[in-house]
């Protein structure tokens, strides 16, 4: 063991005398360990959330999204429709017709975006595992069923007894102006199967229809769409894949991820994100200052040490070696202790849900934890600058003389 290191180790660790510095070096070491378990603990329920809100939006947002550059729609006639749906890897296309409609039931009305899709689509996204009242059902026999977003269901006044139908109407394509709602709009009524939660900008506006209904209501042909949603048999394959299908359809049509689909959304999040940590990381900075302090107090409990150092040799450089092995000792013992405290907090969270998240929430009883070897690293890394920052600074500008 070097010789600095082990003057810092009985520095800190000896039993022998205890005073109000070795007392402030302990609580500095505490500051640290603290700062470091919030900012561990709030980064991986930051992580939860995210991917919570992150999966509800996948319920509505395929992995791949195919849409055309100019223009609204697109026939799946005009492009190799086939060579899509046989490209290795690809699981299953599904086609969407989605339109702005207004709705009306009883006195209630709302303008909500009206998606069309077929009878795989649930079961593609894992929408129909989302249906908090009634059932995903979107045909039986000639009649039509529509499933809500749960906001939209209740401001609608629908309820599980509902046996209205809703009307739906849209305006006609290169219709000019009209006195009459007949010659206006395409009209047709569909009944309530039930509603779904997800996330609230999805629950508020969404309703999903049969897709043949939509197109009658916006005089679509039979092969007319306004997006290709793709389901993939690997989700580690969606950039290869991307990019096989962009080859394929060729530079009129764009193939979307789920970070392009939801860009601000994503932009937002790793925006916050990046603001937590640096706020979190003030906090540590501040607790690094405690450390700042009880180094420059033990230089000066430590004169007398220190003139039996140099009398016995050691250089300047040994000697603000030995200072500096403390402090960065202190910082170590924190930040790992930090560390273990944070991943035992998080790990109960996630096994037990210590912390409920209340208020009636209907997706997940308690906040969500997610853990990940990138924080932990970055956090280390992070606590170990600022210590060794404020530990150089205090050393370099520390008076080793007796005269202080």
């Known amino acids: 063991m070097r010789l600095p290191l082990f003057i810092a180790q009985r520095y800190l660790f000896s039993n022998k005398k205890r005073t109000i ?4 070096s302990w609580i500095s070491l505490t500051s640290i360990a603290i700062g470091t378990t919030a900012l561990i603990v709030v980064l991986s329920v930051y992580n939860g959330i995210g991917e919570l809100t992150q999966s509800l939006f996948n319920v509505f947002d395929p992995e791949l999204k195919i849409e055309c550059v100019e223009g609204k729609t697109f026939h799946t006639s005009a492009i190799d429709y086939d060579g899509i749906t046989t490209l290795p890897g690809v699981k299953r296309v599904c086609q969407v017709v989605e339109e702005n409609a207004w709705m009306t039931h009883r006195e209630n009305e709302s303008i909500v975006q009206l998606r069309g899709v077929d009878d795989q689509y649930g079961s593609m996204t894992g929408l129909d595992t ?4 009634g059932s995903y059902l979107l045909h039986e026999g000639d009649l039509d069923f529509l499933l809500f977003g749960a906001e939209l269901y209740y401001n609608m006044g629908i309820n599980a007894y509902t046996n209205q139908p809703v009307a739906i109407h849209i305006p006609k394509r290169g219709g000019g102006i ?8 395409n009209s047709c009524y569909a009944y309530p199967a039930g509603n779904f939660y997800t996330q609230q900008d999805i629950d508020s506006r969404y309703v999903i229809a049969p897709i043949r209904l939509v197109r009658e209501l916006m005089d679509y042909t039979p092969d007319e769409v306004t997006s290709l949603s793709v389901a993939l048999e690997n989700e580690k394959s969606v950039k290869r894949i991307k990019q096989q299908l962009q080859t394929l359809l060729g530079e009129e049509y764009t193939v979307k991820d789920r970070f392009e689909q939801q860009p601000l959304y994503y932009k937002i999040f790793r925006s916050e994100r990046l603001g937590v940590f640096l706020i979190l990381s003030l906090i540590i900075l501040i607790a690094t200052l405690n450390l700042i302090a009880s180094l420059s107090l033990l230089i000066i409990d430590k004169r007398k040490d220190i003139q039996t150092m140099k009398s016995m040799g050691m250089e300047d450089k040994t000697i603000r070696s030995t200072f500096f092995s403390e402090g960065m000792m202190i910082g170590v013992i924190g930040a790992v202790a930090g560390l273990v405290i944070g991943f035992v907090i998080c790990w109960l969270q996630q096994h037990y849900g210590i912390v409920k998240m209340g208020g009636g929430n209907l997706i997940v009883n308690a906040f969500p934890v997610a853990m990940r070897l990138s924080d932990f690293v970055a956090t280390f890394v992070m ?5 060794a920052l404020s530990v150089l600074f205090t050393v370099r ?5 007796s005269k202080q």
């Open 397 to 401: 500008h520390a008076k080793l003389d």
């Open 21 to 24: 510095i070795n007392i402030i």
């Open 383 to 387: 606590v170990m600058l600022l210590t």
């Open 178 to 185: 009209s006195m009459t709602m007949t010659d206006a709009f």
């Open 130 to 133: 989302m249906v908090y009242e």
